[in-house]
């Protein structure tokens, strides 16, 4: 059973920095398209950041220049790290594998919150 575990979420002020952490287990983690995903109060779920088994990234227009994505296979782990949150950065972050034929799995979600 695949599962993931999200962690490094927590309260911050605008402009301010936070990485995100994302453990997978029960999976071959590298073959798989990772990605960050975050939901706002009232809001639909969004995707933030991708990337896949080759290292090719994609992002959200509205992150894009602020936050990285990067993974290490070695560790199953994937990472978010975001630079100059804005308040509009504050959500449930969650991360999430797509496995192809095997469906999708998601984390449990880590609260990023971005007030002065």
């Known amino acids: 059973q695949v599962q993931l575990v999200e962690s490094g979420g927590g309260l911050v002020q605008p402009g301010e920095s936070l990485r995100l952490s994302c453990a997978a287990s029960?999976?071959?983690?590298?073959?798989?398209?990772m990605g960050w995903y975050r939901q706002a109060l009232g809001k639909q779920r969004e995707l933030v950041a991708a990337i896949a088994s080759g290292g090719m990234t994609n992002y959200a227009d509205s992150v894009k220049g602020r936050f990285t994505i990067s993974r290490d296979n070695a560790k199953n782990t994937v990472y978010l790290q975001m630079n100059s949150l804005k308040p509009e950065d504050t959500a449930v972050y969650y991360c999430?594998?797509?496995?192809?034929?095997?469906?999708?799995?998601w984390g449990q979600g880590t609260q990023v919150t971005v007030s002065s």
């Open positions: 029960g999976t071959i983690f590298s073959m798989y398209l």
């Open positions: 999430n594998v797509y496995m192809g034929v095997r469906g999708s799995a």
